[in-house]
């Protein structure tokens, strides 16, 4: 099993900045991909974005050029950078870990953290 816990979620107005952070622990061995998802009101939960243990990056359109996500190999976090935030990005976000098991993938998630943004 691996936990995700996610922190830094909160209200900003717009045009403001925030950052999430999430650690991963427990059975962290060959998780490749970590990440954030969020999931609006009534919408299904879509990728923001993904980095890899080699640093290979995929953002979702909407927030190119907006969120900086990283990584810390050595200490098993993944942070998102949020910038330039709109109403929007008002979401729970959810940290993600995929791992790799014998002929699939299996995901792994935090429990969420909101993040609203006032117009």
């Known amino acids: 099993q691996v936990q995700l816990v996610e922190s830094g979620g909160g209200l900003v107005q717009a045009g403001g900045s925030l950052r999430l952070s999430c650690a991963a622990s427990g059975s962290i061995f060959r998780v490749n991909t970590m990440g954030w998802y969020r999931q609006a009101p009534g919408k299904q939960r879509e990728l923001v974005a993904l980095?890899?243990?080699?640093?290979?990056?995929d953002y979702a359109d909407a927030v190119k050029d907006r969120f900086t996500i990283s990584r810390d190999n050595a200490k098993n976090t993944v942070d998102l950078q949020m910038n330039s935030l709109k109403p929007e990005d008002t979401a729970v976000y959810y940290c993600?870990?995929?791992?790799?098991?014998?002929?699939?993938?299996?995901?792994?998630w935090g429990h969420g953290t909101q993040v609203t943004v006032s117009s």
């Open positions: 993600n870990a995929k791992k790799a098991t014998p002929g699939f993938i299996q995901d792994y």
């Open positions: 980095i890899t243990s080699s640093g290979r990056i």
